[in-house]
């Protein structure tokens, strides 16, 4: 398989409506760690995630990754902050991106029932996935993007709303899959989670990348004082 990073980013900006939400950003990600992407409210976490994933438009710029956009989509999975079920049971959401993926029945089956056991719903398999909890859901979505064992994993605010285990938890999924060698590249509004998980750290400010950065050097020697603001928890805009 050929490589998938460095993924370069070369002044690429989203516009909508004249206005510009993010960018120009200029950036280039290897292919090792997690990245975790931070910033106030509306600063364009989501926006950013979007971008590198290649689901908008770009207004400038372009976004590359070493392999070549086509094979790079197929091996990229992508986590949304409010995740959509399928109506049908826990299950069949697990094994309906693998069907797609054209996977034998049988080895669909064994693969989502695992991951049922992994995620802690192995008691709920027949259950209907839209009557979960929030914190199942999300545990839910990702293991529905893990199935398919992607080379990089985006998730934005996978821990949005969850309680103290709820998050555990994901998080623990998100480390065993960094551990076997996925790239996770995800947002936070969470400095403890961001702490917890970062290898290296992109904080945004109004659109753009105003720092990035190896996570240590990040939290304890930011080089900008909005950053340092921020991690004060000061009010930053
Ligand atoms: N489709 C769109 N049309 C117009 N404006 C948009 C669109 N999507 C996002 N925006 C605006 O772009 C800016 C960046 O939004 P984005 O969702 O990327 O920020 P964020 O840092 O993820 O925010 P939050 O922390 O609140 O989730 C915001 O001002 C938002 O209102």
């Not at 050929?2 to 990600?29: I, M, N, W, Y």
């Not at 994901?170 to 996925?182: D, P, R, V, Y």
């Not at 992109?202 to 080089?223: D, M, P």
Request: with cysteine.
């Amino acid at each position: 398989m050929s490589e998938l990073f460095p993924l370069t980013v070369q002044g690429a900006k989203v516009q909508r409506r004249g206005k510009v939400l993010l960018g120009p950003v200029d950036l280039t990600l290897e292919g090792q760690g997690v990245t975790v992407v931070i910033g106030p409210n509306g600063a364009g976490k989501t926006s950013l995630l979007k971008m590198l994933h290649g689901i908008v438009r770009l207004s400038a710029g372009k976004v590359t990754w070493a392999c070549g956009q086509t094979e790079a989509q197929r091996r990229q999975g992508f986590v949304f902050q409010a995740p959509v079920m399928l109506r049908r049971t826990v299950l069949e959401n697990l094994t309906y991106p693998l069907q797609l993926a054209n996977m034998a029945k049988p080895e669909a089956m064994a693969r989502a029932k695992d991951w049922t056991q992994r995620i802690g719903l192995g008691d709920a398999q027949t259950r209907q996935a839209t009557v979960l909890s929030g914190g199942e859901r999300q545990k839910l979505a990702l293991a529905r993007a893990l199935i398919r064992d992607p080379d990089v994993l985006f998730l934005d605010e996978p821990c949005a709303s969850l309680d103290g285990r709820a998050m555990r938890e994901i998080e623990e999924i998100l480390q065993a899959a960094a551990k076997s060698g996925t790239r996770i590249i995800m947002s936070t509004h969470d400095m403890g989670q961001a702490r917890r998980l970062a290898t290296e750290v992109i904080f945004i400010l109004r659109g753009k990348v105003h720092e990035f950065a190896q996570a240590g050097a990040f939290f304890n020697s930011a080089q900008t004082v909005q950053a340092r603001e921020f991690l004060n928890g000061d009010i930053v805009e």
